[in-house]
């Protein structure tokens, strides 16, 4: 958890029940994803870092939001009255410290502005602390007015004045303020409103007339920013990949063409590690030292020991792992795998339910046949095995150490260590026939 100058124990309230309508989208809005993860996951872990306990605020019928948060306790607002009144369903685990209300559709909040905002709500006489923005367009955001260090009043766009307009400094939401307090002003905001909803920007008007000193921690725009459409969406998505970017890089990977590179929010890089071009990691993907990941590659679920070289164009899919010092090269896709060290699967070929022990090759355009329709079936093939070029072998199927499969085998029976399979049918010549039967096509071509 990050240091805080306070030994109070502190809530965070997820608000997590919103619809996503603007985005057209069945799925709620806080599943809605960046870099792998639904949105609220990003905001749990931030939160994580700084609360002593997390309450997530869902709609109803949210089971799969519900599910995301756990162990977290869920708290469902059945009607949809507004933010304020969305906080108040989860007063019962506000305790006896201080109070922080978070929204979902504000993924990106580091855990350092978090800990901030809370630092600051216990700096002696503050009352409640806010999170505030200068973005580059304020566009239509409420306006934070100040007096010195003290914030005054937020006012809404709409009602704003010109000069107030004229304030770039912007009301991101986010409030934090002693549990008694903020019981208090929430149950004071009214709904005299044009939607007829309780807002929790409210509460900073009732703490000022309550004469409580309210205070704004500033913090970039790029954390603060809201997501409610598919463009802003893409724009979170953006920041993001910059933000892994970079971290990567610091970390001591290369990136050749940073801008090209996605990451998923899980994605763990060993400094040393060399990314070309226009390779996408998915989730879950854990890459050791000194590897090479070479152009136009995609990876998931999966992990690549040190030294190992993928792609170009290669595909790691799931339960896959690749033993230090392999290589996979162009259009190779591995699924459900392992791969001994030293193993090399150069070219053109599929390779799922496999069992690949150290310094074998494979040949270019090599299938394991792994599903009979209904089940998968699992391919082992020993330490120094070399299997020829156009190669299927049917699972399941075992081949021993330093065997050798001819090109072109079809295996469907094991293969005894040390030995040669060729499972392919016997090389037929018929003179002249070949010549005779293209004629014949082009006949038949010719005349229609």
């Known amino acids: 958890m990050t240091s805080l100058p306070s030994s109070r124990p502190a809530t965070a309230v997820l608000l997590a029940a919103g619809l996503g309508t603007r985005m057209k989208s069945s799925r709620p809005k806080a599943m809605q994803t960046l870099a792998g993860q639904p949105m609220l996951a990003h905001l749990i872990a931030s939160a994580a870092e700084v609360f002593d306990r997390l309450v997530i605020v869902v709609g109803p019928d949210m089971d799969d939001v519900a599910k995301l948060a756990a162990p977290f306790p869920v708290v469902v607002q059945h009607e949809r009255l507004g933010t304020a009144h969305a906080a108040l369903q989860a007063e019962h685990w506000f305790g006896e410290g201080d109070v922080a209300v978070l929204y979902a559709d504000n993924p990106l909040i580091s855990a350092q502005t978090l800990a901030a905002l809370l630092a600051e709500r216990r700096k002696p006489g503050v009352g409640l602390a806010l999170l505030a923005m200068r ?28 000069d107030e307009r004229a304030t770039d400094l912007c009301n991101a939401g986010v409030l934090c303020a002693g549990a008694a307090d903020f019981r208090k002003w929430l149950h004071r905001v009214g709904n005299d409103n044009a939607k007829g909803e309780f807002y929790l920007t409210d509460v900073v008007g009732l703490a000022v007339d309550d004469g409580a000193r309210v205070r704004a921690v500033e913090a970039a725009e790029d954390e603060l920013r809201g997501v409610n459409s598919r463009a802003e969406l893409a724009q979170a998505e953006h920041c993001l990949q910059e933000r892994l970017r970079h971290k990567a890089m610091e970390n001591g990977v290369t990136l050749v063409a940073p801008q090209t590179v996605f990451f998923s929010a899980d994605t763990a890089l060993a400094p040393d590690v060399l990314v070309e071009p226009n390779v996408v990691f998915g989730p879950g993907v854990t890459v050791h030292e000194n590897v090479v990941i070479r152009a136009f590659s995609h990876l998931e679920g999966c992990e690549v020991h040190a030294g ?126 070949g010549k005779r039967f293209m004629d014949a096509r082009k006949a038949e071509k010719e005349n229609g």
């Open 135 to 162: 973005p580059a367009d304020p566009a239509r955001y409420g306006r934070v007015m100040t007096q010195g260090e003290d914030v005054t009043r937020i006012v809404e766009w709409a009602d704003a004045t010109p």
């Open 308 to 433: 190992a070289v993928i792609g170009p164009y290669a595909r790691l899919r799931p339960e896959t792992s690749i033993g230090s010092g392999a290589r996979i090269g162009n259009f190779v896709e591995v699924k459900s795998a392992t791969l001994g060290e030293g193993t090399k699967v150069n070219h053109l070929t599929y390779l799922g339910n496999a069992r690949i022990g150290a310094h074998t090759n494979i040949g270019a355009g090599t299938i394991t046949c792994n599903y009979d329709g209904v089940f998968k079936h699992t391919t082992t093939i020993g330490n120094n095995v070399f299997v020829g070029s156009d190669s299927v072998l049917v699972a399941p199927v075992s081949i021993g150490d330093h065997a050798l499969v001819g090109a072109g085998s079809v295996v469907t029976s094991d293969v005894p260590p040390e030995a040669l399979a060729l499972g392919r049918a016997r090389q037929v010549n018929k003179p002249e026939l």
